[in-house]
């Protein structure tokens, strides 16, 4: 699976921005796409996550509440509308597949784009 996210940008606290990863190469139906995050010297952290065709979406605690994971099936994408956003939502957002048998790991991973909230 390819993987091409985008939609990062600069926004104020409180704001909002939408994410778009778009998905290609094979079928997605038995994947999970999820979102996760990092900043300069920590580890990458689970954002999100939503199973395809199913729809089920999973949350870090951090985030629930203000971060909605949405697919279009038809266009293979899948979006994080982030509301409600804080300076500590700083950081480089990644998309990534992986299978949703037990034990896949993600194993595709598009490009980062940066999220910025000034306070």
């Known amino acids: 699976v390819q993987l091409q996210a985008s939609g990062g940008g600069l926004v104020q606290a409180g704001g909002s921005l939408r994410l778009s990863c778009a998905a290609s190469g094979r079928t997605l139906v038995g994947y999970a796409l999820g979102w996760f995050r990092q900043i300069p010297g920590k580890e990458r952290e689970f954002v999100a996550s939503?199973?395809?065709?199913?729809?089920?979406?999973y949350y870090a605690d951090s985030v629930k509440g203000r971060f909605t994971s949405s697919r279009d099936n038809a266009k293979k994408t899948v979006y994080l509308q982030m509301n409600s956003l804080k300076p500590e939502d700083t950081a480089v957002y990644y998309c990534?597949?992986?299978?949703?048998?037990?034990?896949?790991?993600?194993?595709?991973w598009g490009q980062g784009t940066q999220v910025t909230v000034s306070s």
């Open positions: 990534a597949a992986r299978h949703t048998r037990s034990g896949s790991t993600w194993g595709s």
């Open positions: 939503i199973t395809w065709p199913g729809g089920t979406t």
